[in-house]
């Protein structure tokens, strides 16, 4: 714990916490709607950003969310009007972006070790500048998605009624969109581009496992986020290991804790057990009552 003496430590801890609670704020209206993988294909856009401004001698922070920002209305408006197939959209994105990003790294005089930080995350390395950024952009995120919770998940769940009811489909989707491209951009700091996809998805698929409503689902996934990314940095912390990478296996290994004990809540409710000073039931017997 004496690492988090320093300086940098603390502001990769601020930032992971930020970035821990508001990624499962926008992730759970990804994984309503069924697209959990646009945040690899919107980071794979944002790589190409990060070549673009490394090429430019422009901030690669700033051009990544230009790109990702496009990515993500361009995605959003072939699910709507063209005849392409929100997967193979995907698929584009996924293919155009890294290979735009490898292409424009490798034009830039950038080292590998700038592609790296952007792919894998640099966490350790956040500027006060840096934190500022996450910060804001973080908190702008996280009030969108609470405050505009009914509509969008109307919109999220069932998009013809949501129609009929008066709100603006069109446009709550490319908010959306936007707000999927901002939480890749302030993640990419954090876990890289290659591991984004994870804080939104894996804490709202693990709250599902013990919720029911959508609000606690969400309640619960922002709690998990917070969690993975606080244990995260403290696991790298204490085992130097890489702070993005742990982030994403702790939310992993919480995701299957929680599974296999709601799986054997489940199991042992099926069985049923019997009130206190109620007689037992003899197997034979048991076998003629259920019949």
Same mark, same amino acid.
């Given at each position: 714990?004496?690492?988090?003496?320093?300086?940098?430590?603390?502001?990769?801890?601020?930032?992971?916490?930020?970035?821990?609670?508001?990624?499962?704020?926008?992730?759970?209206?990804?994984?309503?709607?069924?697209?959990?993988?646009?945040?690899?294909?919107?980071?794979? $856009?944002?790589?190409?950003? =990060?070549? %673009?401004?490394? &090429? @430019?001698?422009?901030?690669?922070?700033? !051009?990544? *969310?230009?790109? #990702?920002?496009?990515?993500?209305?361009?995605?959003?408006?072939?699910?709507?009007?063209?005849?392409?197939?929100?997967?193979?959209?995907?698929?584009?994105?996924?293919?155009?972006?890294?290979?735009?990003?490898?292409?424009?790294?490798?034009?830039?005089?950038?080292?590998?070790?700038?592609?790296?930080?952007?792919?894998?995350?640099?966490?350790?390395?956040?500027?006060?500048?840096?934190?500022?950024?996450?910060?804001?952009?973080?908190?702008?995120?996280?009030?969108?998605?609470?405050?505009?919770?009914?509509?969008?998940?109307?919109?999220?769940?069932?998009?013809?009624?949501?129609? $009929?009811?008066?709100?603006? =489909?069109? %446009?709550?989707? &490319? @908010?959306?969109?936007?707000?999927?491209? !901002?939480? *890749?951009?302030? #993640?990419?700091?954090?876990?890289?581009?290659?591991?984004?996809?994870?804080?939104?998805?894996?804490?709202?698929?693990?709250?599902?496992?013990?919720?029911?409503?959508?609000?606690?689902?969400?309640?619960?996934?922002?709690?998990?986020?917070?969690?993975?990314?606080?244990?995260?940095?403290?696991?790298?912390?204490?085992?130097?290991?890489?702070?993005?990478?742990?982030?994403?296996?702790?939310?992993?290994?919480?995701?299957?804790?929680?599974?296999?004990?709601?799986?054997?809540?489940?199991?042992?409710?099926?069985?049923?057990?019997?009130?206190?000073?109620?007689?037992?039931?003899?197997?034979?017997?048991?076998? =003629?009552?259920?019949?």
């Amino acid at each position: 714990m004496d690492l988090f003496q320093y300086d940098f430590m603390l502001r990769a801890l601020v930032g992971a916490l930020v970035i821990g609670l508001a990624a499962p704020a926008l992730g759970i209206y990804l994984v309503q709607r069924r697209l959990a993988l646009i945040g690899d294909g919107i980071g794979h $856009v944002a790589l190409t950003g =990060v070549g %673009a401004g490394l &090429l @430019l001698n422009r901030s690669p922070v700033l !051009v990544a *969310v230009l790109a #990702a920002t496009l990515g993500a209305v361009v995605i959003e408006l072939v699910r709507a009007y063209g005849r392409t197939s929100g997967d193979l959209a995907l698929a584009l994105l996924f293919y155009g972006g890294i290979a735009g990003g490898v292409m424009l790294v490798g034009l830039s005089d950038a080292s590998s070790g700038s592609l790296n930080a952007y792919l894998f995350g640099s966490l350790t390395t956040t500027s006060p500048a840096d934190l500022v950024t996450i910060g804001v952009l973080g908190a702008v995120l996280l009030v969108t998605m609470l405050v505009l919770r009914p509509a969008l998940f109307a919109v999220c769940h069932d998009e013809e009624y949501a129609r $009929v009811s008066g709100l603006p =489909v069109r %446009a709550l989707n &490319l @908010l959306v969109a936007v707000g999927t491209a !901002v939480t *890749v951009t302030i #993640a990419m700091r954090a876990v890289g581009v290659l591991l984004i996809s994870a804080l939104m998805v894996v804490p709202v698929a693990t709250a599902q496992q013990v919720t029911r409503g959508f609000r606690s689902t969400m309640t619960a996934a922002m709690a998990l986020g917070l969690f993975a990314a606080g244990a995260g940095v403290w696991v790298a912390a204490t085992a130097d290991t890489a702070p993005g990478a742990s982030v994403v296996l702790v939310a992993i290994g919480s995701f299957l804790a929680v599974t296999v004990l709601a799986a054997g809540g489940r199991a042992l409710r099926r069985r049923g057990r019997p009130a206190p000073g109620a007689p037992a039931v003899e197997p034979a017997e048991h076998e =003629v009552l259920l019949g």
